[in-house]
Each structure stands twice: as C-alpha cells, then as structure tokens.
C-alpha cells in the first residue's frame, strides 16, 4: 500500500518570494505522483504528475516538482508566488502497476497562504 | 471540469435522517469515485464504480452506501447520518485509457449534520 505525507499543514511566505511545499510517499512499488490544487470553494484542479522520463516536470502556473526516487519525495516549487496561489495543495501517488483499479491516495494537504 | 455535476451543493440536515448525494456525469465515463475532504485527513476515498452495478469499498466506507444504476450516475447514501459525516464531498471520475489514477473532480457537496 501506498502513503503520502505533507509534513507541513500550513506555509505563509510574502508575495514574489520563492516556495517549496514538501511531499514524501512510501511505496513498495513503482509509483505515479501528481500534485492538485484547490481554490477556495472549489473542487481540485491537476497541477502537474509525474508519469516516467525526466524527473523535472513542469506544471500549470509556474510551479514545478522534482521526483528523487532516492529520498522518495515529490517536492512542489514556484520562484515567486502571487496572491493568488493561495490555496491549498494536495500532493497525491497511485501503484504504477496497479491498472484498471488503481486508485489515488491523497496526502493531507498544505494550505499556502500569501501575504502583501 | 469534465462534465460533472454534484447536487445538492450544499446541505444542512439532522441526525439520524437519511441523506442521497448525486454525481452525474455527461462523458460516458466508466470509473467513478466519491471522496471526502476532511481537514488533517485530505481526500480519502469512500466508494468507487467502474461500471454500472459495479462497485467497491474505499478506506472509509462504514457508513456509506452507492449506486449506479447506469452510467452517468453514482450515487452516495447515508442511511443514517451522523455528526462524523459531516464533510465535504467530491466526485471524481478517470479516463478510461488512463491507468495512471489521475482524476478530474467536481465541484464537492457540502454536508452538515446537526
């Protein structure tokens, strides 16, 4: 089985300023990693998944995450925020071998707050 | 947004009553799912479908029961709804040529039980 930790429930960081909101998972297998966000209100939205190739990926909004399969994390970036990428992130892994079934397990979420 | 709909949006009820949550989607999906959202659980996954009268558990399914009579809805029930349901809900479905469990959602429904 699968599991996903967001170590951290919340991260303020001033307008411009660079981010990085933490995701780790534990898998037995190879796994898919995929990052959403959710406006407030709102149902959640595909940032950016890792599938296979280049461990860099790049998403929607600027954002990007590295997958290191040695520190089996999928850690989300942006060099410089706005205020409106408040919201809140959910990091997320299915079995890469799981097929028709496979299913998406969610990590906790981090809530990104910018402030003026 | 991929077609989906979840009614109703928002509901307030009581205890003990029962309570229908609806998904209906318009793409002729074969896999569909409920979560729901709690804060400092995420999403976890209630029930899921993949295809009609085709159903199993999630992680968190006491309590919960689901129906899909055909293929654009999946219902979720509360028989009898207590204080712990109370939660966002969202509806998700899959592509079927994807085998990765990426998901597109709705917009959530948002229950109260008093």
């Known amino acids: 089985a699968q599991s996903v930790t967001q170590l951290d429930s919340q991260v303020p960081v001033f307008e411009e300023a660079p981010v990085e909101l933490r995701c780790n998972y534990s898998s037995s297998v190879s796994v898919y990693l995929f990052w959403y966000v959710q406006y407030p209100n709102q149902g959640l939205q595909l940032l950016l998944k890792?599938?296979?190739?280049?461990?860099l990926v790049k998403g929607i909004n600027g954002f990007e995450a590295e997958f290191n399969k040695s520190q089996t994390s999928f850690h989300l970036r942006k060099p410089s925020v706005h205020i409106s990428d408040t919201a809140e992130y959910f990091c997320a892994v299915s079995d890469m071998s799981g097929g028709a079934t496979n299913k998406l397990i969610f990590g906790t979420g981090t809530l990104l707050a910018v402030q003026p | 947004d991929a077609g989906i709909t979840q009614s109703p949006r928002h509901k307030v009820t009581e205890t003990g009553t029962p309570v229908t949550l609806r998904c209906h989607q318009t793409?002729?999906?074969?896999?569909m799912y409920w979560y729901r959202q709690d804060p400092g659980h995420g999403l976890r996954l209630i029930h899921y479908s993949y295809g009609v009268k085709d159903t199993d558990k999630g992680e968190v399914s006491d309590g919960y029961s689901v129906s899909r009579s055909k293929t654009e809805d999946f219902l979720l029930t509360l028989e009898s709804a207590t204080s712990s349901q109370t939660s966002v809900y969202f509806c998700?479905?899959?592509?079927?040529?994807?085998?990765?469990?990426?998901?597109?959602f709705g917009e959530g429904s948002r229950l109260t039980v008093l």
């Open positions: 793409e002729n999906h074969r896999y």
């Open positions: 890792y599938l296979s190739g280049s461990t």
């Open positions: 998700a479905i899959r592509l079927a040529a994807s085998n990765t469990g990426e998901l597109f």
